[in-house]
């Protein structure tokens, strides 16, 4: 790849190659796998609760802060990250984080009480959580913004993959070895990874021949005081906590108030991860064809239409309960690709880096503070059914109809850079 290619600036000319190299679609893989690891090992824990309780003999809070732990952690090391992320090549930054994040993996695999495990959370989240903001400074660099669409598409599935495939698998070794062998899997599937990003992944370098501030201090406060970032921080904080109120609670909403019974759950989970495989690399093309922000409008009004029917369901059968939870993931999809296309374009290069940083740290934070505001509107009744549960819908609506304002002048900004009406 040029050096010309590796920088690309917002620049959307028609005479770009609309379509992917070879190399191109083996590094999506790879950073989608990436992505995959990460994703499963954060969501894995909480459907191992039944069976890490009582195995390590802890209470359902202990179990809550070791869950909360890796949250916050990652959002702390975004913080301390954002100030070096732009002084190496980001492919050796991402080859030490992810190294980090195995060996914090393998911790909680070897973990045998309480302690070991909660630690083995916090390592994996300080490293692990900064992942996703170097994947989207690597997707930035080597992808034009006429594409970016289709490769946020691609590497979001890595949610999906993670739901369909991973947690599943997961507990299908949990019930017939142990809950060890869980993060032991995670950790062959990072070592393998590792190796080979490590031979096949060429270096990106190319912001190093920028200038750059020395000191990572002052590089972090440039980047958090610049004014073009405030309103995109604010719109990645918004996404991020409507997002985290619904989807702790949702299991327990669809069994306890839709009335679904608890062993056709996994087919729910099943269904709609399968659609959102489908569906994000889809919502991308969208995205690039349509433009990112007609895209994130879509996704919006899609959004608040099936929240609002979602935190209002009564008992349902199971095809209504998987039709909803779909075309809920679809909104979902088509606010989140574009969005993240859209703020790939924002930061200088030089600060790209720090930029992602900061943002994947906004939304762990703002995510876990989402989380526990959840919990304070939302009471349970002694029959397991959860009351108030629409509030926390009204909510989410909101924040969607704020974001949905506020994404117009953030993409206003990208698209007078990009010399176009809108993007």
């Given amino acids: 790849m040029t050096e010309q290619t590796l920088a690309a600036p917002i ?7 609309r379509g992917f190299t070879r190399y191109q679609s083996l590094l999506i893989a790879l950073l989608a796998f990436a992505q995959f690891t990460i994703i499963l090992d ?32 990652a959002g702390l090391s975004g913080i301390l990250a954002a100030g070096f992320a732009d002084r190496f090549d980001r492919k050796r930054l991402l080859l030490f984080f992810y190294t980090g994040f195995t060996l914090g993996t393998l911790l909680c695999a070897l973990a045998q009480d309480y302690h070991v495990l909660l630690l083995g959370r916090i390592v994996t989240g300080l490293f692990g959580g900064v992942i996703g903001s170097i994947v989207l400074a690597i997707v930035t660099d080597l992808f034009a913004l006429h594409l ?21 698998a997961g507990l299908f070794l949990a019930n017939h070895w142990n809950w060890h062998v869980c993060f032991f899997a995670i950790v062959g599937l990072s070592i393998l990874s590792i190796a080979i990003i490590a031979f096949a992944m060429e270096p990106v370098d190319a912001h190093l021949k920028l200038k750059q501030d020395r000191n990572p201090f002052h590089h972090l406060v440039a980047t958090v005081s610049e004014p073009r970032y405030t309103l995109a921080f604010a719109v990645t904080t918004l996404l991020a906590t409507g997002g985290y109120m619904l989807m702790p609670y949702s299991s327990a909403f669809t069994v306890n108030n839709v009335g679904i019974d608890i062993v056709h759950l996994p087919t729910i989970y099943l269904v709609s991860g399968l659609f ?32 609002l029917i979602y935190t209002h369901l009564g008992h349902v059968s199971l095809v209504t309960a998987i039709t909803v939870n779909v075309l809920l993931f679809v909104g979902i999809f088509s606010r989140m690709i574009p969005s993240q296309a859209v703020m ?31 919990a304070a509107i939302i009471s349970q009744q002694p029959d397991g059914s959860l009351l108030h549960f629409e509030r926390i819908g009204y909510v989410v609506v909101t924040t969607t109809i704020i974001t949905l304002v506020a994404m117009y002048f953030v993409q206003k900004g990208v698209a007078e850079r990009a010399g176009k009406r809108m993007v």
């Fill in 276 to 307: 959102s495989i489908v569906t994000g690399p889809l919502v991308g093309r969208a995205a690039d064809t349509f433009g990112k922000y007609p895209t994130f409008v879509f996704g919006c009004a899609m959004t608040v239409v099936m929240v």
């Fill in 42 to 73: 954060f969501i894995i824990m909480s459907p191992l609760g039944a069976i890490l309780m009582p195995s390590l003999d802890i209470t359902a809070a202990q179990f809550g802060v070791a869950v909360s732990a890796y949250a916050f952690s």
């Fill in 344 to 374: 790939s374009a924002i930061p200088d290069q030089s600060q790209r880096g720090s930029f992602s940083a900061i943002s994947a740290s906004l939304q762990q934070l703002s995510g876990g503070l989402g989380s526990v505001l959840a």
């Fill in 11 to 17: 620049d959307d000319q028609q005479d770009r190659p």
């Fill in 148 to 168: 970016r669409g289709r490769v946020m598409g691609f590497v979001q599935t890595a949610f999906a993959a993670s739901q369909v495939l991973g947690v599943p």
